[in-house]
């Protein structure tokens, strides 16, 4: 192919890509065991966020959370127990996305824990993630001690049934299943950038589903307590936003000649990218340290290098990349407005398109910045910078913090060099 | 008195009165049928927004809201019948505020129409407003024809026996009324001004009732209508906000010296404020008509010259001093982002002070423009502008759209006059 049709080839494909990633609908279909519903999660095994790594690679958080989820299925009883099943490879643990589940911070998922079923009517796809702990000392932080397992089996009993019971109650009267992309549409005219914050989902959500959940014929005092934990959790939606940006960027995942970016995560010691023109190849490069606000008692020092597949989010269109919506959100991730909107108007320089649907009131209601194309990021050399929470670098801590991340050129530059073998260029 | 020593008594009372205003509580404590709370509010006699006027000088809309008030209550069964009562004083009406009542656009309220109370037990005042009925035709846009009364009896019927149901619940459970000052900071952190955009305020009121609305033990069917009412008028929770800033105004006001506005309000064909060193005298002025989006159909001529209590959200500090907030209005109201910023910016000069807790993420968490001051409003030539609904002219039609509109300066300069004759300066 001569030069200039490749590069035809290249647009028609990147317009492909964000065309399916922008029309792709997420609803929220159901709940189910993750065991029974992730396609190749077998017993004695565990999903966790970002690249592959091995056991003497992972980060404190990430061992404190796959220690912690060893504990929460029973198969060992202590830290040091567990640990050893860890680093012997008697429990093994693969990353989220090629099972299409996506985890924030450490990610772990077990096979015993509940998850979220997200289902795209439209391009077929499905994808998974657990329900949101809250801040603080939880597992996707590291943290595994009593009250943290002890919180994971209160969803199980209590959370989870609710919310199974209310998605049911809910698509019996509506015929389908929640709409979560008008959630984030509307939210981002509500101060939500959606990865962060989700303050306005949080009630729009409620708002959506309280008739439901009030209506599950579930003891009301199990109705009540899932209600207020969710009410209370603001953060609640965030698993939720990440399943459904899973289930668009899936949409623009795999299509020939397109340099668009469809996965960006991390695992606390590596961060990694796929693009959809590469498929499921890992572009890799040390995570870099979030630089934000630290929780009152913590340093700088305690902060691990980036942790999560949270990313998603700005993959799909928003969250970092929404921030000029979301000037609230500079009190806890630090910075000023005025931050938050060169943030935004500077991730347009990398990205393919303005989001259809995804706009933001202050920008004259343009569209967020969608669809990272590797091409414009070596060209322009702006890489993608997000927000995201910060895990204590010790396992069994949690969190210290939240910050803005931006990532290392390496990955996109590397992608860029394979596409460029792959195609022929 | 010395003018210098006049001008700090002044000082001083502006300071008590903006701190009453901003320290004021406003909860929402109850429902009751306006004829059995409001004091004052006779058979046979009506209550509506602005300052007083004869049935003569009535706008299209007042008289639309006033004739179908008449029949709702049955003292008429024809707008023609009821005209004649209203015309001949056989049906009297007086304005709200000096009742503690305030409403928005005609802000009709009769003895038989529900209201919301609202209480502050720090400074011991109440107010009321009724509950709104949603956009389009509309009571208190001067409609009144059968899908009118119909709704309003629909709300007296359904809607007002479960939102009494839902507050006694509430306070049972939390010992005291919804703070609903809560919500309007909240919200204004979420795209909310709170005057024509109360989108977040929506959900947060929903989210917040929700558990006692679905425990009143009231027929399942009927919460659920009620509970769609709300979550389907997303201006729902004006009214409360209005009854809130009400409440928040009768802190500041009559105090001695003080040349603080505390109410500003349109009824079809003048507009008039008080102040709060000047007691209950009106200053008034003709109402201009409102520029903005009209709804498809509607030509300019159709609009009604300014009309309602819903100014009260600017005298105690947001709605549309608070533009800056909410960017999203202006695809509601008109303008763009950048005015939304600016009206707010400009709201400072003729603003006594900062609000401690109505912040605006967008401009560094600054407080919003709190307490007109007659004397900068004469001093720099600048008249509060605030953001409304357009009313159709005529009677029996209803809203044509939503816009801006700035007040005539002539109030300010003769209430400012008034004051140094009062206090001798």
């Known amino acids: 192919?001569?030069?200039?049709?490749?590069?035809?080839?290249?647009?028609?494909?990147?317009?492909?890509?964000?065309?399916?990633?922008?029309?792709?609908?997420?609803?929220?279909?159901?709940?189910?065991?993750?065991?029974?519903?992730?396609?190749?999660?077998?017993?004695?095994?565990?999903?966790?966020?970002?690249?592959?790594?091995?056991?003497?690679?992972?980060?404190?958080?990430?061992?404190?959370?796959?220690?912690?989820?060893?504990?929460?299925?029973?198969?060992?009883?202590?830290?040091?127990?567990?640990?050893?099943?860890?680093?012997?490879?008697?429990?093994?643990?693969?990353?989220?996305?090629?099972?299409?589940?996506?985890?924030?911070?450490?990610?772990?998922?077990?096979?015993?824990?509940?998850?979220?079923?997200?289902?795209?009517?439209?391009?077929?796809?499905?994808?998974?993630?657990?329900?949101?702990?809250?801040?603080?000392?939880?597992?996707?932080?590291?943290a595994y001690g009593e009250e943290v397992i002890k919180r994971l089996k209160w969803m199980d009993k209590v959370l989870y049934p609710v919310l199974k019971a209310t998605i049911d109650e809910y698509k019996k009267d509506q015929g389908k299943?929640?709409?979560?992309?008008?959630?984030?549409?509307?939210?981002?005219?509500?101060?939500?950038?959606?990865?962060?914050?989700?303050?306005?989902?949080?009630?729009?959500?409620?708002?959506?589903?309280?008739?439901?959940?009030?209506?599950?014929?579930?003891?009301?005092?199990?109705?009540?307590?899932?209600?207020?934990?969710?009410?209370?959790?603001?953060?609640?939606?965030?698993?939720?936003?990440?399943?459904s940006a899973k289930v668009m960027t899936l949409a623009a995942h795999n299509i020939k000649y397109s340099t668009i970016v469809t996965v960006m995560t991390r695992n606390g010691t590596d961060m990694g990218i796929w693009v959809s023109g590469l498929g499921n190849e890992w572009f890799t490069a040390p995570s870099p340290i979030p630089k934000g606000v630290l929780f009152p008692g913590f340093k700088e020092e305690d902060a691990n290098p980036d942790i999560g597949d949270s990313s998603i989010t700005e993959t799909a269109g928003f969250g970092g990349f929404a921030m000029a919506a979301a000037p609230a959100i500079v009190s806890y991730v630090g910075g000023t407005a005025e931050y938050a909107v060169e943030n935004t108007k500077r991730m347009y320089q990398i990205t393919y398109t303005r989001h259809k649907y995804f706009t933001i009131p202050y920008l004259s209601f343009q569209g967020t910045p969608?669809?990272?194309?590797?091409?414009?990021?070596?060209a322009t050399g702006i890489t993608?910078?997000?927000?995201?929470?910060?895990?204590?670098?010790?396992?069994?801590?949690?969190?210290?913090?939240?910050?803005?991340?931006?990532?290392?050129?390496?990955?996109?530059?590397?992608?860029l060099r394979k596409f460029a073998e792959k195609y022929g260029i």
Chains 1, 2 share one sequence.
């Open 1 to 142: 192919m001569t030069s200039s049709s490749i590069k035809e080839e290249i647009e028609k494909a990147n317009t492909q890509a964000v065309e399916r990633l922008m029309e792709s609908e997420p609803h929220w279909v159901g709940m189910d065991l993750a065991g029974k519903v992730i396609t190749g999660l077998k017993d004695r095994m565990l999903l966790h966020a970002g690249p592959p790594i091995t056991w003497e690679r992972a980060s404190g958080p990430l061992r404190g959370a796959l220690i912690g989820a060893v504990i929460y299925e029973g198969w060992a009883s202590t830290p040091e127990e567990a640990e050893k099943l860890l680093a012997k490879g008697e429990v093994v643990f693969e990353p989220t996305h090629p099972h299409n589940v996506v985890g924030p911070m450490a990610g772990v998922i077990s096979p015993s824990m509940p998850v979220f079923i997200f289902e795209d009517p439209k391009y077929g796809n499905k994808a998974y993630s657990n329900m949101n702990e809250g801040l603080g000392k939880v597992l996707r932080y590291g």
């Open 177 to 243: 299943g929640l709409n979560f992309k008008n959630l984030i549409a509307q939210a981002l005219h509500m101060g939500d950038e959606c990865h962060n914050r989700y303050v306005a989902t949080n009630a729009l959500l409620l708002k959506e589903i309280a008739p439901y959940m009030f209506n599950t014929g579930i003891d009301r005092k199990d109705v009540l307590e899932a209600y207020r934990f969710i009410a209370n959790n603001i953060i609640f939606p965030l698993n939720m936003g990440m399943a």
């Open 384 to 415: 993608p910078t997000i927000n995201t929470g910060i895990s204590h670098k010790e396992p069994g801590i949690g969190q210290v913090g939240a910050g803005i991340v931006t990532f290392p050129m390496e990955p996109f530059k590397n992608a």
């Open 370 to 378: 969608t669809g990272v194309d590797i091409r414009k990021v070596v």
